[in-house]
């Protein structure tokens, strides 16, 4: 378990000072009577909470509160927070439901090849052969590497709107974050699904 000091909350913003702001763990949940949370982590494998006195938890563009870290704990892909203040199950539910967020600038900077599911969202997807697939609309995390959910560019196939491409790196072989496209080598009948 990690701790650090400092103590309140104060509400803030839905964009902090060093940009905007996005989830690193969602849908907090209450565990057990003593106040602590629980939250999904965002895929990354990155501890993006060691060395901050505090987090923001809210919604993407929302109002949000700053609670200030007094422990946590990350086991597989959740998290375990202990905000100080929060010393009850009454106090806790408060926040069920919300994420918690940080600034785009202000998170761990991940190895070379690895993104931000954050940073994926909106791009254009497109074949090494040049066909335009559509744009990644959200990230689905599994057991396995994340799906993108793309929006087809055509939805006249099967009647389907999204298809779903595996972020492994045999088939999306180039993230351009600079163009904003992410170029895909995907396997037979995959598009087709």
Excluded: N, W
């Excluded at 993407?60 to 086991?75: N, Q």
Aim: hydrophobic content about 40%; some cysteine.
């Amino acid at each position: 378990m990690k701790s650090s000091s400092s103590s309140g909350r104060t509400p803030q913003s839905g964009e902090g000072e060093d940009g905007t702001l996005v989830p690193v763990a969602t849908g907090l949940r209450l565990r057990g009577a003593g106040g602590r949370l629980t939250a999904s982590l965002v895929p990354g494998g990155i501890d993006q909470f060691q060395g901050r006195e505090s987090v923001l938890v809210g919604r993407p563009g929302g109002p949000v509160s700053r609670l200030e870290i007094e422990a946590y704990t990350i086991y597989g892909r959740k998290v375990v927070l202990k905000a100080r203040g929060v010393d009850s199950a009454a106090a806790a539910t408060a926040y069920e439901g919300l994420d918690i967020l940080m600034p785009c600038k202000g998170l761990v900077d991940l190895p070379e090849g690895a993104h931000y599911i954050f940073e994926l969202v909106g791009m254009r997807v497109r074949t090494r052969a040049g066909l335009e697939v559509g744009t990644v609309r959200s990230v689905v995390a599994t057991g396995g590497a994340p799906l993108l959910v793309v929006g087809r560019v055509d939805d006249g196939l099967r009647g389907r709107k999204d298809v779903l491409v595996p972020a492994a790196r045999s088939i999306c072989t180039e993230i351009d974050k600079a163009s904003g496209c992410i170029t895909i080598d995907p396997p037979e009948g995959l598009l087709e699904l």
